[in-house]
């Protein structure tokens, strides 16, 4: 048996707001949408879906660092020029770190509802040819 992962679904408070975030800040192109309800992006080989919360959510109140979920975003070049106009334009970005072994450069960040994010990119003598 084979399985992949195509989609990931957040489940979010204003699905305009996020698409405009995650189009503009990774270019991330609308494969869907449902104008005000949902929306899926093209984010490599896995899409990204933005679902309006169910009704009894959405007057709930933000809690920072809630979820348990960490979106990934791998790129081959060019993180900390990214992180730096993400930090520019407003978005909670964490520096740049590094762990011992382990051969990426990282960074988290925060989208405009709290999802947090992480960009990694690999050391150059790991990319590929």
Excluded at 1 to 23: E, P
Excluded at 82 to 100: H, I, P
Aim: include cysteine.
């Amino acid at each position: 048996m084979s399985i992949a992962m195509t989609r990931l679904i957040l489940f979010v408070r204003d699905v305009a707001a996020l698409k405009s975030f995650y189009q503009t800040s990774f270019g991330f192109d609308v494969v869907e949408e449902i104008e005000g309800e949902w929306v899926v992006l093209k984010a490599g080989h896995v899409e990204l879906a933005l679902r309006l919360v169910g009704r009894p959510y959405r007057d709930r109140p933000l809690v920072p660092d809630s979820s348990n979920a960490k979106l990934v975003f791998s790129m081959p070049s060019g993180m900390a020029e990214l992180r730096d106009q993400l930090v520019s334009a407003g978005v909670q970005m964490s520096a740049l770190k590094r762990y011992d072994g382990f051969a990426h450069t990282l960074c988290d960040g925060q989208d405009p509802e709290g999802n947090v994010f992480q960009l990694s990119q690999p050391d150059l003598d790991m990319r590929p040819a």
